[in-house]
């Protein structure tokens, strides 16, 4: 298949481009689109053949299900069953936004969106160019991050071309994700809401309109229990480079690693950036949660091609701001060191 990239105006969306993606979508083909978080591999949620070749570009697992993409609240019933009360609530304060609300799933939906089960997860991106796509197409659209399974997630369209080059029909590029990093998942099907994956969106945000969210147990601890969400995998969004994540030990890491003759990025937090190392190339981060997500992948992407032995990464603190990023962190990590 060959794969065209084009690019788009994100403050003004070039309505001929929008149309032929839409066209894309609307014939079954897979389309990439950037969305407020990460880029999507966008496909029609009512065709399971569209929507199986999204997990056949990705290579991923049959039990992980998909987000839904929708332009407005209202369309949530052409994929959901129900519509609780603390979805509504939510859906006002934050949609467009990066909150996913996990749903009883419409009967009519195909089963391979939702992994076969009973709930379907629905988002409506802060995206123009995402949203005129879902408008022009008028359709639900399924899309996954637009990364091969368990690598890091794609925030320009260079990253997608550079893991589904040759799987995917079309690449809109519309310049980098500003987010950075995916949306909070959130189940609402429950009293009280729970949730399944700490993203963008803050808990104390959402907590803020609906009260207590519960959680799985060890989230907030140092050491990340997999969520009670399907396809959660503990090994996720990590990059080729060997990945190792620090707290206190970080000198020392870098100490060892270098002796044995590795050439090192080192990405602090609150330790020096210089530790007097050759060999060890300093990445400063924002100290700031927000900034830190916008610039995570795109940072992971750019040393993974910068040919290094490992990346130590001092890990920011275990509060709940934080959560989503050490959540991908220690993902991250997972996979480097088995
Ligand atoms: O920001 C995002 O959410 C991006 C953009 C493209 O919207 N999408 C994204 O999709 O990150 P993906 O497939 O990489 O992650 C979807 C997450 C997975 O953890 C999956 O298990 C969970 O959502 N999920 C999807 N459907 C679900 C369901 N019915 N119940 C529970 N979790 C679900
Ligand atoms: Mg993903």
Redesign the pocket.
Known sequence: MQTEIISVDPRSPQPDVIARAAAVLQRGGLVAFP?E????LGANALDPVAVAKIFAAKGRPAN????V?IPDAASVERVAAAWPEHAARLAVHFWPG?L?L?LPKRRELPAVV?AG?P???V?V?ANPIALELLRAADIPVA???ANLSSEL?PTRAEHVHRGLAGRVDLILDGGPAAGGI??T?V?VTRTPPRL??P?LLHPAEIERVIGSLARGSAIASSDLAPLA????LARHYAPKTKLYCENEAARERIEALAARGDRLAWIPFAAPLDLGQPNVHAVPMPKDPAGYAAKLYAVLHELDEANLTAIVVELPPATDDWLAIRDRLLRAMQRASL
Not at 64 to 67: C, G, V
Not at 229 to 232: L, Q, V
């Open positions: 969305t978080t990460v880029y999507g992980n299900p998909i987000i993409h990066p996913t996990v939702t089960g709930t379907v997860a988002r991106p899309a996954p991050s997630s995916e949306s998942v189940d399944l994956r993203g969400s399907p396809g959660m």
